[in-house]
């Protein structure tokens, strides 16, 4: 079946300092959202990805699709402590809307 | 809007118990999905639906669980019998649909069970 996965698993960086987390399909997608879960709290929708090497911009936040649709980024610049949390993507399988979420990146700011 | 309604919030029962957790998803909403949250095995898609019918319940782990939305605005995950390998975070998340084209999902506030 199709599988989404997210390296790193965690990270731990000094605020202030970039951070990266990349997401893996199985399976070339239609379309890619992120979610950012806070500790003890709900995944809160950040946005989603639809064309082939789209890439958008929130602030900090910097989101690429990839050209083939089968991987994704996420880029922070400047983390700050309030970007802790993880952050998961999620692809639908083939002409549903049944998403498959990723294995999550865990970040970790130290002030 | 309120958001995602789901409750309880917190549920602790005994093995062999049953466990109905409930979900009433944003107004206007055409879809309703069940995850469930675990360390182990991450975000897991249980069950959605499509305009209150069942389409896919391929993630639903046992004949044990079920899950069923008699209206637009309710939905229901029951657990019979509940065992300490249910225990999770479960999430209920509405989105809708425009045009064949996918929208974000809102997740509610979750219920953690726990069964002891």
């Known amino acids: 079946g199709q599988q989404v996965m997210q390296i790193p698993q965690y990270q731990h960086v000094q605020e202030g300092e970039d951070f990266t987390t990349y997401c893996n399909s199985s399976?070339?997608?239609?379309?890619i959202q992120w979610y950012k879960q806070r500790p003890g709290g709900h995944p809160v929708f950040l946005i989603q990805?639809?064309?082939?090497?789209e890439v958008k911009k929130q602030k900090r936040l910097t989101f690429q699709f990839g050209e083939a649709k089968k991987n994704s980024s996420l880029h922070i610049t400047a983390t700050q402590t309030t970007d802790v949390g993880t952050y998961f993507c999620?692809?639908?399988?083939?002409?549903?809307?049944?998403?498959?979420f990723g294995t999550g990146t865990r970040l970790k700011v130290l002030a | 809007d309120a958001g995602v309604i789901q409750s309880p919030r917190h549920e602790v029962t005994e093995m062999g118990q049953e466990v109905t957790l409930r979900c009433k998803p944003i107004?206007?909403?055409?879809?309703l999905f069940w995850y469930r949250q675990t360390m182990m095995r991450g975000l897991e898609l249980l069950i959605y639906f499509n305009n209150n019918v069942p389409i896919d319940d391929s993630g639903m782990p046992e004949d044990r669980f079920s899950a069923k939305m008699p209206n637009a605005s309710f939905s229901t995950l029951k657990i019979q019998p509940s065992e300490p390998r249910d225990s999770a975070v479960y999430f209920c998340a509405s989105s809708f649909s425009l045009a064949g084209a996918s929208y974000e999902q809102y997740f509610g506030p979750g219920t953690r069970l726990t069964v002891t």
């Open positions: 107004s206007g909403h055409d879809y």
């Open positions: 399976t070339t997608l239609s379309n």
């Open positions: 999620a692809g639908p399988t083939s002409g549903t809307y049944k998403y498959i």
């Open positions: 990805l639809v064309k082939s090497g």
